[in-house]
């Protein structure tokens, strides 16, 4: 059996420092004594510690920067997860650099691999993105943040959407829900994709399902859930809960009831998913799905330097925060 390859993570457990602690002390940079540092060596030695190619040729960069690729920070989900990751890469020694990935000019992967970065983490490449695949190609490390591919081949690290659906699913048949409605994501995206599928599974399982009539596809955009929940509640028969596929949209359907003078949550049930900061503010008071955007940012950065030191690629789901419940729910007619 070949024998695995000795990590910094492993040179870390056995100087009893973090991995951090490690990344300085090899690289003498400061923030660590002379007697950390020389445990480290001493630790890497005995455990004939040596850097992969790539992690060799990292380790001669003078930039310690790492690209975050994310959408333009108007959604407010961006913001509050490049800031965790930025700090994150700051107790490694790494500066973040934020490169938009807008739909009407996309990144490309030669902006990414010019010897610019260190490595690379990408918050909104779509589920058959080719740009991962050329990271690879091109040698540079990277990690996928909140994002999973079709046919994985890269580190990820994402929320477990799927059991998130499904809690929401649960969350409303307990509430006596029978006709439930839904402003899911794009089908290109994998965490709108997960989220509807644990949805209709959970539903499922109490014998109902979400009408093609009450189901709307739409960007992950407060515009979007606007006008979609607009469309789809000016009619009698509208469904008497709405899921929507994150807290953006979510926010636009609430504008959109309120435009309608439909009344959440007497006459109506909206449900957002991520807890975004404006969420909890007292006038959208809006029960969502938590996730925690630090501990997603902090695991992400552990596996890009894992990538960094030549690691093979790794897989992280982290489970949903549960329900927060505020104000946008209640039973049918309540």
């Known amino acids: 059996m070949a024998r695995r390859s000795v990590t910094s993570f492993d040179v870390a457990k056995k100087a009893g420092v973090s991995q951090p602690t490690v990344s300085r002390a090899l690289r ?67 500066r973040a650099v934020l490169v938009a990935d807008r739909a009407d000019d996309p990144v490309t992967i030669d902006a990414l691999a010019d010897g610019s970065y260190d490595g690379v983490l990408l918050c909104t490449v779509t589920r058959r993105s080719t740009l991962p695949r050329d990271l690879t190609e091109r040698g540079v490390p990277h990690v996928l943040v909140n994002r999973i591919l079709d046919v994985p081949e890269s580190s990820s690290c994402s929320f477990d959407n799927l059991a998130g659906g499904r809690l929401v699913g649960e969350f409303l048949a307990g509430l006596g829900h029978q006709r439930i409605g839904a402003l899911h994501g794009t089908v290109d995206n994998s965490t709108a994709r997960d989220r509807a599928s ?34 789809f509640l000016d009619r009698p028969d509208r469904p008497s809960a709405v899921f929507c596929g994150n807290d953006v949209i979510a926010v636009g359907a609430l504008s959109a009831a309120k435009a309608l003078r439909i009344r959440v949550p007497e006459e109506l049930t909206i449900i957002g998913f991520d807890n975004i900061g404006a969420a909890g503010w007292g006038t959208v008071d809006l029960t969502t799905v938590h996730c925690d955007r630090d501990e997603l940012a902090r695991v992400s950065v552990e596996l890009l330097l894992r990538a960094i030191d030549g690691a093979e690629p790794e897989q992280h789901v982290i489970a949903p925060g549960g329900m927060v419940e505020r104000g946008t729910h209640g039973a049918p007619g309540c």
């Open 28 to 94: 003498n940079l400061p923030g660590t004594s002379p007697e950390t540092r020389e445990r480290v060596r001493t630790a890497a030695l005995e455990l004939d510690y040596i850097p992969s190619a790539s992690g060799r040729t990292l380790s001669t960069r003078t930039t310690q920067r790492v690209a975050i690729v994310a959408e333009a920070l108007t959604n407010p989900f961006y913001p509050e997860l490049v800031e965790p990751l930025r700090n994150a890469l700051g107790e490694y020694g790494y």
């Open 198 to 231: 644990g949805l209709r599974s959970s539903l499922r399982s109490h014998g109902l399902h979400v009408r093609r009539t009450d189901l709307r596809r739409v960007p992950f955009s407060y515009d979007a859930g606007h006008r979609a929940a607009l469309e």
